[in-house]
């Protein structure tokens, strides 16, 4: 079995999505609870054929941790 690092939230910045397991890991929960949270409405989730996405920005809005961009406006 392989273990993986959680991606970092700049990593996540740079991607427009992440998938279910890596959102999973990044919040501390098991991926069983991801999907359950997405089917709930908790998680929201791109549905890619078959695959199910999170996107990136709502990830970060769940964990607080939204990009603000404060440059270009002084």
Do not use: K, W
Not at 3 to 27: D, F, N
Not at 44 to 49: D, F, H, I, N, S
């Amino acid at each position: 079995m392989t273990i993986h690092q959680p991606p970092t939230l700049a990593e996540i910045r740079e991607r427009p999505t992440v998938s279910v397991p890596e959102a999973a890991a990044v919040l501390g929960i098991s991926a069983q609870s991801a999907y359950r949270m997405s089917r709930d409405g908790r998680l929201p989730v791109v549905r890619l054929g078959r695959t199910l996405r999170v996107q990136s920005a709502a990830l970060l809005h769940l964990l607080g941790a939204e990009q603000t961009d404060t440059e270009g406006t002084r």
